[in-house]
């Protein structure tokens, strides 16, 4: 593991926050688990509280530990993550997920190994690193300094191959519910089914 990825993962364990590539965009990453680092993801972003922050689990294993993952749940994980996918699930009793980071467990298995790699510990956020409402950043040169300023630390990969965010759907029972459309689409998830 790199010095980056060791300094970052660093500052997660300490309540900091960074900024990271993922397989789309650059996000910001907190320990998911830490209630005041998920607070000064909200600040940093100018983020309404109302809409949530998704996260990045490293496998299977560790969504389990947090989610109500069912059977059919676990198919689709096993046939489309990691990858462009965010599953909404909802969250273990014994989960240590607090209240302001969602109601429910959203996260998906990142195909970048830095952002799993990040994430080896406990879940991470998984939110753009933008000021809400303005664009996605696929390099940190187009990150505006008032939120570079505002973070902990930043992991530079140069620039990204911009990717289409992922499709955000949920499981009930037979159904399956798409929240956002992205690049897996809804038949595919239901021939998994």
Same mark, same amino acid.
């Given at each position: 593991?790199?010095?980056?990825?060791?300094?970052?993962?660093?500052?997660?364990?300490?309540?900091?926050?960074?900024?990271?590539?993922?397989?789309?965009?650059?996000?910001?990453?907190?320990?998911?688990?830490?209630?005041?680092?998920?607070?000064?993801?909200?600040?940093?972003?100018?983020?309404?509280?109302?809409?949530?922050?998704?996260?990045?689990?490293?496998?299977?294993?560790?969504?389990?530990?947090?989610?109500?993952?069912?059977?059919?749940?676990?198919?689709?994980?096993?046939?489309?993550?990691?990858?462009?996918?965010?599953?909404?699930?909802?969250?273990?009793?014994?989960?240590?997920?607090?209240?302001?980071?969602?109601?429910?467990?959203?996260?998906?298995?990142?195909?970048?190994?830095?952002?799993?790699?990040?994430?080896?510990?406990?879940?991470? #956020?998984? &939110?753009? =690193?933008? @000021?809400?409402? *303005? $664009?996605?950043?696929?390099?940190? %040169?187009?990150?505006?300094? !008032?939120?570079?300023?505002?973070?902990?630390?930043?992991?530079?990969?140069?620039?990204?191959?911009?990717?289409? #965010?992922? &499709?955000? =759907?949920? @499981?009930?029972? *037979? $159904?399956?519910?798409?929240?956002? %459309?992205?690049?897996?689409? !809804?038949?595919?998830?239901?021939?998994?089914?």
């Amino acid at each position: 593991m790199d010095d980056k990825l060791k300094k970052a993962k660093k500052v997660i364990e300490n309540g900091g926050i960074v900024i990271y590539p993922t397989e789309t965009a650059y996000g910001i990453a907190a320990d998911a688990t830490n209630e005041e680092a998920i607070e000064k993801v909200y600040q940093a972003k100018n983020r309404p509280k109302e809409k949530g922050i998704t996260t990045i689990v490293k496998n299977l294993e560790q969504a389990k530990k947090y989610g109500n993952i069912s059977e059919k749940e676990e198919k689709i994980i096993e046939e489309f993550m990691p990858g462009p996918l965010t599953l909404i699930t909802s969250k273990k009793e014994s989960s240590t997920l607090p209240d302001n980071l969602n109601k429910d467990f959203v996260f998906r298995i990142s195909s970048s190994k830095t952002a799993r790699e990040l994430a080896s510990k406990t879940p991470i #956020t998984a &939110t753009s =690193a933008n @000021i809400s409402g *303005k $664009n996605t950043s696929y390099s940190i %040169e187009s990150i505006s300094d !008032k939120l570079k300023n505002k973070v902990d630390y930043i992991i530079d990969e140069g620039v990204l191959d911009p990717q289409p #965010t992922s &499709t955000i =759907a949920r @499981i009930e029972n *037979k $159904n399956i519910k798409i929240y956002r %459309e992205g690049p897996i689409a !809804k038949k595919e998830l239901e021939k998994v089914l």
